[in-house]
Structure formats: structure tokens, C-alpha cells
């Protein structure tokens, strides 16, 4: 059972940017739905749960390397999987 829940809550700490230590492609392809201050955001690029932050893109401005600068927001975040399994859904008719 612990198993089956660990494996249906997203991690702690995750983010979107590949060159980041808490990026992680096989649970974002899941699908990791977030909600900051009471609502669902999809504009976050990397949150901590644990430490109560979100990070989010500052408009279009973008760094030196290309990447787009971000803003750190403090309050409640919750996370949890779109995908919530392996198995589809299955489809009645009749």
C-alpha cells in the first residue's frame, strides 16, 4: 500500500528546466497539476512544497543563456498527478 501511495504523489521539489538537479521527465510526462494560494496554476516552472514556494516566469524577459527569468512566490502549494495510473480508463457503452 505505501508503495502505491508514494507512487501517486508527486515529489517535494520538481522542476521543468532539464539542467535543473530537481528535474525528473518520467514523473512530469505524468502530468503534475499544481494549486498555489488556493488556485490551479499551469504557469509554474519549479516548486518546493516543503518550503512553501512556487517559481514562475517574469513576463517574456529572458537571462543570458536564453531561459526565461522567474519569480519567486511564497504561500500554500499543493501538487498532485494528472495521470493517475497505468491503466486507462475503462469506456462503457450501452
Not at 514562475?56 to 511564497?74: F, S
Request: glycine residues 8%; hydrophobic residues 30%.
Amino acid at each position: 500500500m505505501s508503495d502505491k501511495t508514494e507512487q501517486d504523489t508527486p515529489p517535494d521539489h520538481l522542476a521543468i528546466h532539464p539542467s535543473s538537479e530537481f528535474f525528473d521527465a518520467d514523473k512530469l510526462q505524468r502530468g503534475v497539476g499544481i494549486r498555489f494560494k488556493d488556485r490551479v496554476r499551469t504557469d509554474i516552472e519549479e516548486y518546493c512544497i516543503s518550503e512553501g514556494w512556487v517559481r514562475v516566469q517574469a513576463g517574456k524577459t529572458m537571462d543570458r543563456k536564453g531561459r526565461p527569468l522567474t519569480i519567486k512566490l511564497n504561500g500554500p502549494v499543493e501538487a498532485w498527478y494528472e495521470d493517475l495510473g497505468d491503466e486507462p480508463p475503462v469506456n462503457k457503452k450501452g
